[in-house]
């Protein structure tokens, strides 16, 4: 499995926030809630202040267990690691739903097909197919915040490449390589996901 190392920005940012800057603890949670937020929800279900409280939780493990990360993978995968253990705890004590299982048995699949993206093609009829809400939010719950903010100024704001890359500062052609890798992302992980559903209906 390729592993994904932690950008320069993400490093100086652990640093600060080791350093005991309390604005560089802050910027840490805000840039990173809204990811962390959908993957505990998706995984826990409608449950608001379950989500919230476990939410919390991860963020509070994470700032007490900053210095023992390694950097070997992106700041937003190590948090939603420690999401996971919170929300298996969680699971002892209730039932969980079915597309909760799912994405529990598949998260290793889901890691490794993010860390080592496709470069085929990706057919338009996959981010179409949403027919199993759920599931998309699901799926997109477990990509990475590059990932995900992409394809939604894609296909949920309407923007166009070029209002993307202007938005983020990228170059077009990097933007559209950006987009790229995010669609099949998006593809391999929702075919994944909808793969298992299908095999314990």
């Known amino acids: 499995m390729t592993e ?6 993400e490093e100086a940012l652990r640093s600060r926030v080791l350093a005991g800057d309390r604005a560089a603890a802050e910027e840490l949670c805000r840039r990173h809630l809204d990811g962390v937020y959908e993957f505990v929800h998706y995984r826990v279900g409608g449950d608001r202040a379950t989500v919230e409280d476990l939410v919390q939780d991860t963020f509070l493990v994470a700032v007490e267990k900053l210095a023992d990360f390694d950097g070997r993978s992106s700041l937003h995968t190590w948090l939603c690691g420690i999401a996971r253990n919170k929300i298996r705890a969680e699971r002892r004590r209730r039932r969980p739903r079915p597309i909760e299982d799912v994405l529990e048995e598949a ?27 759920e599931l998309v939010g699901a799926t997109l719950s477990s990509l990475t ?23 983020t500062g990228r170059g077009v052609k990097a933007t559209e390589s950006h987009l790229h890798r ?16 299908g095999e314990s209906a």
């Open 4 to 9: 994904i190392l932690l950008s320069p920005e």
């Open 107 to 133: 998260d290793d699949e889901i890691d490794a097909i993010l860390a080592q993206v496709a470069r085929e093609p990706l057919p338009d009829w996959v981010l179409e197919r949403a027919e199993t809400r």
């Open 145 to 167: 915040p590059e990932y995900r903010d992409a394809l939604v100024a894609k296909y949920v704001d309407g923007l166009s490449v070029a209002e993307m890359a202007e938005r």
């Open 182 to 197: 995010a669609r099949v992302a998006f593809a391999r992980v929702f075919e994944l996901v909808a793969r298992r559903r």
